[in-house]
T-cell receptor, first 112, second 114 residues
Framework: DQQVKQNSPSLSVQEGRISILNCDYT??????FLWYKKYPAEGPTFLIS?????DKNEDGRFTVFLNKSAKHLSLHIVPSQPGDSAVYFC???????????FGDGTTLTVKP | DVKVTQSSRYLVKRTGEKVFLECVQD?????MFWYRQDPGLGLRLIYF???????EKGDIPEGYSVSREKKERFSLILESASTNQTSMYLC?????????????FGQGTRLTVV
């Protein structure tokens, strides 16, 4: 039973356009959500997070939206840059469990 | 600058060998984690620890054990390495149990079992 799903294994966008990465979850106990970015041969690095009491969080070019009723979150990158090309992982946490569950990742390619 | 350091970037071991993967963090974090990353499977949690000498099983603990004798160090042990344990292993740490903060990851260890 996969509790966190990223249904698009890959996404390709043109430089300057918007990238939208999606994530769905099934566990209603999840109350904190994070996005990580991973370059090849490196560990993931934290990008942005959102608590379940909010529906939007922005940090520069990155915005995360949370729709609790649909159990869906998305990451918007505007404008996309070639340096954004990486694997993006969605993660969800149940505060009481003390750990995060990760999705399978989406490989984003931003073309110059 | 926060840091999680894994002892090796690349390892090649033989089937049946006992393998130790070491991880050290310098942030005084309480939580430490071991994940493996495989293509199409994302990051899967093997074990985690929220205190010295404490450990909890993750989603795929079979064939692995862990040790946390000091707060800054978390070791993953493959008791008898098998080819299906060939993978990228990632160590991470985060601030404390039941606090919603991000995890900091090491650079990963690419383990090949032959």
């Amino acid at each position: 039973d996969q509790q966190v799903k990223q249904n698009s294994p890959s996404l390709s966008v043109q430089e300057g356009r918007i990238s939208i990465l999606n994530c769905d979850y099934t566990n209603s106990m999840f109350d904190y959500f994070l996005w990580y970015k991973k370059y090849p041969a490196e560990g993931p690095t934290f990008l942005i997070s959102i608590s379940s009491i909010k529906d939007k969080n922005e940090d520069g070019r990155f915005t995360v939206f949370l729709n609790k009723s649909a159990k869906h979150l998305s990451l918007h990158i505007v404008p996309s840059q070639p340096g954004d090309s990486a694997v993006y992982f969605c993660a969800a946490s149940d505060t009481n469990a003390g750990k995060s569950t990760f999705g399978d990742g989406t490989t984003l390619t931003v073309k110059p | 600058d926060v840091k999680v350091t894994q002892s090796s970037r690349y390892l090649v071991k033989r089937t049946g060998e006992k393998v130790f993967l070491e991880c050290v963090q310098d942030m005084d974090h309480e939580n430490m984690f071991w994940y493996r990353q495989d293509p199409g499977l994302g990051l899967r949690l093997i074990y985690f620890s929220y205190d010295v000498k404490m450990k909890e099983k993750g989603d795929i603990p079979e064939g692995y054990s862990v040790s946390r004798e000091k707060k800054e160090r978390f070791s993953l042990i493959l008791e008898s390495a098998s080819t299906n344990q060939t993978s990228m292993y990632l160590c991470a740490s985060s601030l404390s149990y039941r606090q919603n903060t991000e995890a900091f990851f090491g650079q990963g260890t690419r383990l090949t079992v032959v």
